[in-house]
């Protein structure tokens, strides 16, 4: 294996109905290297679902860009790997670590933590389906804190022919309640031969830079953070290299390339889908905004296309104009 396990140091999470192409490329805008597809069932990837397909197959596959799969059947999984290295991925992750209800009652996500029989054969499966490309696991502490067992986890990914572990240190029955226990990703990068990326709670680009070198770990994954600071993957890059961040964006800056997701999510899905996806970036962008609870409101009573252009353009002056109207679209 030539390439590096995680295409860089700093990475965005994969986030279900979040990173989409739209939301990727703008992620690319602030420096973000190393990206994850949202979740992609291996079931319906296997039965060659439409829209699955599409997450499966995005104009910007490259090996920045690594796809990740959820399931519980090692023929399925197996099936789906060798999908997705027929496609060209060089990079496939298993979800271990999901606790949504839906994914966890097939047996699926952080379900696999409780059945570390059933988890070996699905990376197994994986593994030999997708062939030489790299395959990384993304886990949970575990269950429940009476079921503590990230550590045996890894070791079962690793016999299986995992090449790199990222654990999110919570346990399912937390949920994303409480506080992530960087301490679980240090004991596991002490622990494997594999190299470890560790995601929860990283709020800042200096502590992203501080959780790489206080735990030994290859890689960090940013997620909530990103959402309404997607330049903390630029800050970070500095910070690294020896250079001071540049910090917060002028609010035109920030209008502007969230008009430019705008664009994106209506070119791939349709202008009045765009205006109801759009919603929740912008209130997330506009979370530091003079008068941003009025602003956030308004903005989710928007309707029309145009409407939802107009208010965004307004963000570059740090407020949400109000006259636009909801609209009838």
Known sequence: MTQPVFFGPLIMAPMAGITGLPFRQRLRRWGCGCLFTEMVSASALVRRHRATMRMADPPDRDGSLALQLFGAKADELYAAAR?????????????????????VSSGAGSA??????????????????FGGGIFTVKMRSGWCQA???????????????????????????????GNADWGKIALLAASTQLPVAGSGDVRSAAEAVRRIAECGIAAVMIGRAALSRPWIFRDAA???????????????????DLLL?????????????????????????????????????????????????????????????????GGDG
């Open 238 to 256: 500095r910070l690294m290299e020896g250079l001071p961040p540049l910090g917060e964006p002028s609010s035109r800056e920030i209008a502007d």
């Open 261 to 325: 997701q705008y664009d994106d999510l209506a070119a791939e899905r349709g202008k009045h889908v765009a205006v109801s996806d759009i919603k929740k970036f912008a209130a997330w962008a506009m979370r530091d905004f003079e008068h941003s609870s009025l602003a956030r409101k308004a903005v989710m009573e928007i309707k029309d296309p145009e409407a939802m252009r107009r208010a965004i353009m307004s963000f570059g002056d740090g407020t949400l104009d109000f006259a636009y109207g």
């Open 147 to 177: 079921e503590e067992n990230f550590l045996e986890a890894a070791k079962v990914a690793e016999g299986e022919g995992a090449d790199g572990i990222i654990l999110h240190p919570r346990f399912k029955s937390q949920g994303y309640s």
């Open 83 to 103: 999908i997705a290295a027929d496609l060209g991925w060089e990079r496939l992750d298993l979800n271990m670590g999901c606790p949504v209800k839906k994914v």
């Open 112 to 129: 696999l933590m409780r059945d570390l029989g059933n988890a070996a054969r699905c990376v197994g499966a994986m593994r030999r389906g």
